[in-house]
Nanobody
Framework: VQVVESGGGLVQPGGSLRLSCAASGFTSDALITKWYRQAPGKEREMVAFITDPGDITNYSDSVKGRFTISRDNTGNTVYLQMNALKPEDTARYYC??????????WGPGTQVTVSG
């Protein structure tokens, strides 16, 4: 089982980044993929999730209207498009892939820094 995030980096306020979460090595009829973030000294916060099947999405109030979660046709990669980034979006972003009652996997995270 492998869950790997990518796409993080340094961006100026108002800029955009697209994070990717590539998952492999498992099968399930139903998955929920969530993006979390954690800034130094703060608790981990769920940012968004998407279901497969159904593509039901949900966002935290702090990112609603700025971030968009989506998945590719294979369902193996989930994206987090982040627009209008703010310094308070600076955090390490983690992908969590879970099948309720079956498994729950995390990636190592990718750093997003909004500064400039």
């Amino acid at each position: 089982v492998q869950v790997v995030e990518s796409g993080g980096g340094l961006v100026q306020p108002g800029g955009s980044l697209r994070l990717s979460c590539a998952a492999s090595g498992f099968t399930s009829d139903a998955l929920i993929t969530k993006w979390y973030r954690q800034a130094p000294g703060k608790e981990r916060e769920m940012v968004a999730f998407i279901t497969d099947p159904g593509d039901i999405t949900n966002y935290s109030d702090s990112v609603k209207g700025r971030f968009t979660i989506s998945r590719d046709n294979t369902g193996n990669t989930v994206y987090l498009q982040m627009n209008a980034l703010k310094p308070e979006d600076t955090a390490r972003y983690y992908c969590n892939v879970l099948a309720p009652g079956k498994f729950n996997f995390w990636g190592p995270g990718t750093q997003v820094t909004v500064s400039g």
